[in-house]
Antibody, heavy 116, light 108 residues
Framework: QVQLVESGGGVVQPGRSLRLSCAAS????????MHWVRQAPGKGLEWVAL????????SYADSVKGRFTISRDNSKNTLFLQMNSLRVEDTSVYYC?????????WGRGALVTVSS | SSELTQDSAVSVALGQTVRITCQGD??????ASWYQQKPGQAPVLVIY???NRPSGIPDRFSGSTSGDTASLTITGAQAEDEADYYC???????????FGTGTKVTVL
């Protein structure tokens, strides 16, 4: 079945780095734009970044621009989010999301906690 | 980036109709999509485009837009519709995306 599974979350100190991965299955990964969306504890959804089908086009929310990098490996059906210079306010559940007409498939999320 | 504003909470009696609104300048240009999120779960797409429901979404959910305001209507609300609802659209530049502030729906 169509599935997205995030991994790589954990606890990290402020200023350090972390890389999230998202394994896609059950669909032609290379045919879809992919996004990362996050949700801080008890807060609303925040769009983070998107990447085009072939990885040639990327966009970022102002809150992460210059610190986070989205990428993909279509040969391995995997989406990535490299997060550098992490801040306490980056603490969130990070969702990997497939997009066609709307964000139609979501992963279960990976919790990233930034704390000293 | 532009903002999308929603009421923080609304309540509806079982079987009645509730409308959730989402206001923002970008909605004059781009359609909103709507997401339902229950506690501890990932969001689920319920409406996209002009007024389209993904497979498996009950037809009591419908969407509309007028000017800078998008609306999600639940006609005949059920107990299982109690959840947080978020709108989403592109921002005014068209390059980025933005979520609404979210509306908590309580079914009485």
């Amino acid at each position: 079945q169509v599935q997205l599974v995030e991994s790589g979350g954990g606890v990290v100190q402020p200023g350090r780095s972390l890389r999230l991965s998202c394994a896609a299955s059950g669909f032609t990964f290379s045919s879809y734009v992919m996004h990362w969306v996050r949700q801080a504890p008890g807060k609303g959804l925040e769009w983070v970044a998107l990447i085009s089908y072939d990885g040639g086009n990327k966009s970022y929310a102002d809150s992460v621009k210059g610190r986070f990098t989205i990428s993909r490996d279509n040969s391995k059906n995997t989406l990535f989010l490299q997060m550098n210079s992490l801040r306490v306010e980056d603490t969130s559940v990070y969702y990997c999301v497939r997009a066609r007409a709307g964000f139609d498939i979501w992963g279960r999320g990976a919790l990233v906690t930034v704390s000293s | 980036s532009s903002e999308l504003t929603q009421d923080s909470a609304v309540s509806v009696a079982l079987g009645q109709t509730v409308r959730i609104t989402c206001q923002g300048d970008s909605l004059k240009t781009y359609y909103a999509s709507w997401y339902q999120q229950k506690p501890g779960q990932a969001p689920v797409l319920v409406i996209y485009g002009k007024n389209n429901r993904p497979s498996g979404i009950p037809d009591r959910f419908s969407g509309s837009t007028s000017g800078d305001t998008a609306s999600l209507t639940i006609t005949g609300a059920q107990a299982e519709d109690e959840a947080d609802y978020y709108c989403n659209s592109r921002d005014s530049s068209g390059a980025l995306y933005v979520f609404g502030t979210g509306t908590k729906v309580t079914v009485l």
